[in-house]
Every structure is written in structure tokens, then in C-alpha cells.
């Protein structure tokens, strides 16, 4: 259990400072632009990252679908930059066309012209997204945080800077967004070595027919998280979006160790067989409900006093949505190694429904909340559906492993190497 253990200080590490870097980011950007200001911006990034998350194709989820097969790994990294960049070309014709045709009734906007400039940015990222998955699947997770370290460091960088010598507006904001999402390119690049001579079209053919078998659901998924964000866009005002995307973007900083466990539990998962892959995901589940529970207290905990101190009284209003999204939170964050036990099951179908149902209901129920609670309704109907999703997941899996609801929740060994964790890290603060 050292090695996993060493490694996800390190992912923790990398991320820790990747996190400083975006908390520092947007101190920035909500005392530039305020509450309306940070809304008007962050709907753009929104609609840019459900574009990317709708064009993507799920290709990485066959990515790990095939890599657990035996394909040529050459191939596999060859069109993983060859495929994003194709898609990446596509994806924001049909997202900025979907905007036209809804017109601003149904999703207004602060300007097409920052929409454009953001869309620009996504043949790169999506290159970044198939890349990076390639990078974990081949053990290389550090290098995944550096690529992320380098583009929260310019975003932050800059941002400092443009503050400091004028006064910052949400298309310079996008602009940063779209250089800092495609910067890891640099790093990915040169490590992950993809070379054209090992384009392979047939592989690349069956990367896409498996990953358009699991699209609906991964993309569903990443609408669970923002669907509540165009609604209350559409619902509410821009003030109202701003104060609700605070509470959004700082509650998924408790996933940050939990996404860290399950990256690093990924090899071992597919590297195994069946009864292998339920023994470990059932110890990395243990760990990760832990870790999950002790983010989402720390976050409940910290949010009343520092968010007005940190980021300005005029955001305060985000902290009733925050505490409102705690338990769908525990609840994913625990839930969080299961997915990857699950997609080894080659259920697409069955997977995809989850997705949709745990979709649906945010849907329905941030339309009804909304109208009469505001921004604190649609947290309420979001961690409803969060936990309607983990605990389908759950359930899927306690059926296909044949283990007990039971032997999902911590046991005293879990317990005792946490204590151990947090009693080592309790000494190192001593003697510093």
C-alpha cells in the first residue's frame, strides 16, 4: 500500500498547488467582475466545456476499453492527438450553431464574439482530454498534474497581472480560459511521443463505434454538473449565476483527492480480472468515502467565514447554495472508483441510463425550485441528483461483484490508516 499511497501524495501535491493556483485565479476574477460579471463569464466557459464534453465522443472511455484489450499502444497515443484535433473541429460548429438556434431567450449570452473566441480553444483541448487519459492509462499521472500546473499557472500569472495594471473584463477572462485549457499541450506532447506513422484508421474507427456507445451517458453525466448553470442563466440574472458558480466551482475542489485515488487505483482495476478488479475497488471505495466525508465537512466547516473575507461580502450569498450541495457531494466523492469497475463491465446501455435518469431529475427539479428558492433550489435539486446517480452506480456494482452493501463502507483498517495519515501529517506540522 506504500507505492499507491506515495503516489496519490504526489497527484495530491501536484493538484494542491494546481488548486492554490485556481483559488488565487478566482479571488481574481470575482473581485474584478463581481457577481454579474463572474455569471456573464462563467456561462460562456460553460457552454465551451459542454461543448467539449458533447463533441468529445467518450473516445477516452475506449481508449480504456481498448487499452485494456491489448491494442497497440503507438496507435492508441498516435490518434488520441489525431482524433482530437479532428473532433475538436466539429464539435464547435455544431455547439455554436446549437446557441444560434436557441437565440437568446432560451440561453442569453454577454456576447457571440467572446463565445467564438472561447469555441476556438476547443480542438485543443479536446487533444489535451484524449492525451491526458492516455498519460494515465500508461502509469505517467504526474505528468497529467504538470500539464494542469502549467495552465493554472499562466491563467493565474496573467490574471495577477491584468489586474494589477486594468480593469479586467469577462472577455479578457474567456481569453485566458481558452490559452490555459490548451497549454498543456506542451507538456503532453513531448511525454506522451505520438508519432503520424502509427496512425491506425481502423483503430481509430472502433474508438469511436465503442465511445459512441457510452456518449450518452458520459455526457449526461457532465450535464448533471452544469445543466443547473443554463437554467438559472435562463431562469434568474447573471448576478444570480455568478454567486451560484462560485458555490459550484468551489464544492468540486472536494473531489480533488478523491479524483486523486481513483486515478491512481485505475491500473489496477484493469489489470486484473474480474474478481480482482471488486476486490480492489471495494478497498479504493472505502478509502475514497473517507476522504470524501473529510473534504466535504472541511468545506462546510471553512465556506461561512472565508468566502465573504476571501472573495468579498457581495459573494456571500454563495454559501447557503454551497452547504446545500454537500450531500450529493459525499455521495459522488465516495461512489467516485466505482465508474471505472462499471465500464470493464462493457454495459454501455445500462451505464448511459443512469446517467440519464440522475440528469433528469436535476433537470425536473431544478425547474421546479428554482422558480420559488433561487439559487439555493437548484443546489438542492443538483445534490439530489448526485446522490440519485451514486446510488445507482452502488447498486450496480454490489450486483455484478456479488459483495455486500456493507463491505462498501470504511472497516477499522481504512479507519486506522487514516488516523495514521492525518497523525504523520500532525507531526510534520510540529516539527516545521
Not at 437568446?104 to 492525451?131: D, E, F, Q, S
Not at 481513483?262 to 471488486?278: H, K, S, V, Y
Not at 470504511?410 to 488516523?419: C, H, I, T
Amino acid at each position: 500500500m506504500r507505492a499507491p499511497a506515495r503516489q496519490v501524495a504526489h497527484t495530491v501535491a501536484l493538484r494542491a498547488v494546481t488548486l492554490v493556483l485556481g483559488a488565487v485565479s478566482g479571488i481574481v476574477i470575482a473581485r474584478a467582475l463581481q457577481p454579474s460579471g463572474r455569471g456573464a463569464y462563467y456561462v460562456i466557459a460553460t457552454i465551451a466545456s459542454i461543448t467539449i464534453s458533447a463533441g468529445h465522443l467518450s473516445v477516452e472511455q475506449a481508449q480504456v476499453w481498448l487499452w485494456s484489450r491489448g491494442a497497440d499502444r503507438r496507435s492508441l497515443t498516435a490518434n488520441a492527438l489525431v482524433l482530437g484535433l479532428a473532433v475538436g473541429v466539429v464539435a464547435p460548429v455544431v455547439g455554436g450553431t446549437t446557441v444560434g438556434v436557441l437565440g437568446p431567450r432560451v440561453l442569453p449570452i454577454t456576447g457571440y464574439g467572446t463565445l467564438a473566441m472561447a469555441l476556438l480553444a476547443i480542438p485543443g483541448a479536446m487533444a489535451v482530454v484524449y492525451l491526458n487519459n492516455i498519460l494515465v492509462l500508461r502509469g505517467r499521472v504526474p505528468v497529467v498534474n504538470a500539464a494542469a500546473l502549467l495552465g493554472g499557472a499562466f491563467q493565474c500569472g496573467t490574471l495577477l497581472v491584468i489586474a494589477s495594471v486594468a480593469r479586467m473584463s469577462p472577455a479578457q477572462v474567456i481569453l485566458l480560459w481558452a490559452v490555459s485549457v490548451t497549454a498543456p499541450l506542451a507538456v503532453l506532447v513531448p511525454v506522451a511521443r505520438p508519432r503520424p506513422r502509427h496512425w491506425d484508421r481502423s483503430l481509430a474507427r472502433q474508438a469511436v463505434d465503442r465511445g459512441l456507445r457510452y456518449h450518452l451517458g458520459l455526457a449526461s453525466l457532465f450535464l448533471l454538473f452544469r445543466s443547473d448553470i443554463l437554467i438559472l442563466d435562463a431562469m434568474t440574472t447573471t448576478a444570480a449565476v455568478g454567486l451560484y458558480s462560485l458555490a459550484v466551482s468551489l464544492a468540486e475542489l472536494t473531489r480533488l483527492v478523491t479524483d486523486a485515488i481513483a486515478q491512481i487505483a485505475l491500473p489496477r482495476q484493469l489489470g486484473t480480472d474480474d474478481e480482482g478488479a471488486a476486490t480492489a475497488t471495494v478497498a479504493v471505495t472505502r478509502l475514497s468515502t473517507i476522504v470524501a466525508a473529510a473534504s466535504v465537512v472541511l468545506m462546510c466547516l471553512a465556506a461561512p467565514p472565508l468566502i465573504p473575507l476571501v472573495y468579498g461580502t457581495a459573494f456571500a450569498g454563495s454559501v447557503p447554495s454551497l452547504i446545500a450541495l454537500a450531500p450529493g457531494l459525499l455521495a459522488l466523492g465516495a461512489t467516485r472508483p466505482i465508474g471505472a469497475y462499471l465500464l470493464r463491465l462493457d454495459r454501455p446501455m445500462l451505464a448511459s441510463s443512469m446517467s440519464v435518469a440522475a440528469l433528469l431529475v436535476n433537470v425536473v427539479l431544478n425547474l421546479a425550485l428554482v422558480p420559488f428558492f433561487g439559487i439555493v433550489g437548484s443546489a438542492v435539486a443538483s445534490s439530489i441528483a448526485y446522490a440519485t446517480l451514486a446510488g445507482l452506480q452502488a447498486a450496480w456494482f454490489v450486483r455484478a461483484s456479488g459483495v455486500s452493501p456493507r463491505d462498501l463502507l470504511p472497516g477499522p483498517a481504512e479507519m486506522a490508516y487514516a488516523r495514521s495519515r492525518v497523525a504523520g501529517l500532525s507531526a510534520a506540522r510540529r516539527g516545521a
